[in-house]
């Protein structure tokens, strides 16, 4: 990376203590874990909303996923106390779900709104938000919300 001179910018080549770094590792590996059960339930809300109803099939295809991967998923769902299903009848979120599903619709939504607000396109910040909203500490969020005057 250069500066505007030519030259190499600084940056420290120090690594951070361990306890600092792990911490930091943890958490990425934390919201990646997280991150499934989010896009799951916020799927699943949008699908009930819309279709009245949200199967397997249409979960895994929305999602780009097989099948049997959103059998898995939806099965930890259930473990997690977040969905149930019916035979025949699909699958359903838990007043837990349910919550969940709004608090990951809002936090999706503020990072679009900030995106776009620093001049990012309307179609990118929705690809980029879905990667960021589960990564994003609730301090930051804040700030979003601050900087976009909804605070």
């Not at 930890?76 to 969905?83: C, D, I, M, P």
């Amino acid at each position: 990376m250069s500066t505007k001179n030519g030259t190499a910018a600084s940056f420290s080549s120090e690594l951070p203590a361990e306890s600092v770094q792990a911490e930091r590792f943890e958490k990425a590996r934390s919201a990646q874990a997280s991150a499934v059960l989010e896009d799951y339930v916020e799927l699943i809300d949008d699908l009930l909303s819309s279709q009245g109803e949200a199967r397997p099939t249409d979960i895994a295809r929305r999602l780009g996923v097989s099948h049997a991967t959103a059998i898995k998923s939806i099965a930890r769902l259930k473990r997690e106390g977040l969905a149930t299903s019916k035979l025949y009848r699909g699958v359903f979120l838990t007043p837990q779900g349910v919550d969940l599903a709004a608090r990951v619709r809002s936090r999706h939504r503020l990072v679009v709104d900030l995106l776009v607000a620093v001049g990012v396109p309307q179609h990118s910040a929705e690809l980029d938000a879905e990667g960021i909203e589960h990564h994003v500490s609730d301090t930051a969020l804040a700030a979003f919300a601050r900087f976009l005057g909804r605070a």
